[in-house]
């Protein structure tokens, strides 16, 4: 018996330009393939006119199988879709600087089952972390990062994301910049997380000029990364409450807990195949 005849529930992702009978032809082509639908989901944008579908269903039949039922439909309305085991979990390659919380909460949620991602390695441009994987067991890679090896640095993590066969790559507190063209390689599948202010403070040590400004709130971004910096399509944010009476410091962990709980749930919405892109913004079925 085959790996997809052992699996029996399955999560489509469909878009296509929306137009009448879309969810009468899915739900047909997923009847002919033996399928019982146990979660539907679809929304229509006025904006774009596309029309975004998340379904859920169990089935006898293999993955092939469903496959084939599928293509017809998929080819008549010019779908871009995907059909995936529900459960499984997607190669994920992180990557971390100096900070450890993001990192740490991945691999924690992960470890726990939480999480549902393999992560076969770790890169970093500094070491400092390289304790953290080997407690974890993931195998870390060092790859320093200057202006005049970013090219080298570049092409040594395209060859891990090749030869390890990542699915998604984390930015987890990951401070340097890729480059345009790896930016568009990881269209849809890299997500990176920073701070989220209003009004918003760059450059170094962002969480102690919001305090010297007095804001009331600080929260985290959690995106898919663009050549654009920090501005691609939004996952998910969080925004908590603060006052007069906390530190600097205390500014500093609670932007820490709030990046890690974000970034942790994006990875997850995107495993679980409920993100769609619809140009500059996302559908989010959750």
């Given at each position: 018996m085959t790996e997809d005849q052992l699996t029996s529930d399955y999560v489509l992702t469909l878009s296509c330009p929306d137009?009448?009978?879309?969810?009468h032809a899915v739900a047909g082509a997923l009847l002919v393939a033996g399928c019982n639908i146990t979660d539907?989901?679809?929304?229509?944008?006025?904006a774009t006119g596309t029309f975004?579908?998340?379904?859920?269903?169990?089935?006898?039949?293999?993955?092939?199988?469903?496959?084939?039922?599928?293509?017809?439909?998929t080819e008549a309305f010019g779908m871009e879709w995907s059909l995936n085991p529900a459960g499984r979990k997607v190669r994920t390659l992180l990557m971390a600087s100096k900070s450890a919380h993001c990192l740490n909460d991945l691999l924690f949620l992960q470890r726990s089952g939480t999480l549902p991602i393999e992560i076969p390695a770790?890169?970093?441009?500094?070491?400092?972390?390289?304790?953290?994987?080997?407690?974890?067991?993931?195998?870390?890679?060092?790859?320093?990062?200057?202006a005049d090896t970013k090219v080298q640095a570049e092409d040594q993590l395209r060859q891990i994301i090749a030869h390890q066969d990542i699915e998604l790559t984390v930015l987890a507190r990951y401070m340097q910049i890729l480059s345009n063209e790896l930016c568009t390689?990881?269209?849809?599948?890299?997500?990176?997380?920073?701070?989220?202010?209003?009004?918003?403070?760059?450059?170094?040590?962002?969480?102690h000029q919001a305090h010297a400004r007095g804001v009331k709130l600080i929260g985290?971004?959690?995106?898919?990364?663009?050549?654009a910096l920090d501005e691609g399509p939004i996952i998910e944010q969080e925004v908590i409450r603060v006052d007069h009476r906390?530190?600097?410091?205390?500014?500093?962990?609670?932007?820490?807990?709030?990046?890690?709980r974000t970034l942790a749930q994006a990875v997850q919405w995107h495993a679980e195949h409920r993100v769609l892109l619809d140009g500059n913004r996302t559908v989010v079925f959750n």
């Open positions: 137009r009448p009978g879309i969810v539907s989901q679809q929304y229509g944008s006025h975004f579908m998340r379904v859920e269903a169990t089935t006898d039949a293999s993955q092939a199988e469903v496959h084939a039922a599928l293509q017809p439909v770790i890169v970093s441009n500094h070491q400092d972390l390289a304790g953290l994987a080997e407690f974890y067991g993931i195998p870390f890679h060092y790859i320093p990062v200057t390689e990881l269209t849809g599948r890299a997500i990176n997380i920073h701070h989220s202010f209003l009004p918003s403070f760059k450059g170094a040590r962002p969480y985290a971004t959690a995106h898919y990364v663009t050549a906390r530190t600097a410091e205390q500014f500093v962990q609670m932007g820490r807990d709030v990046e890690g």
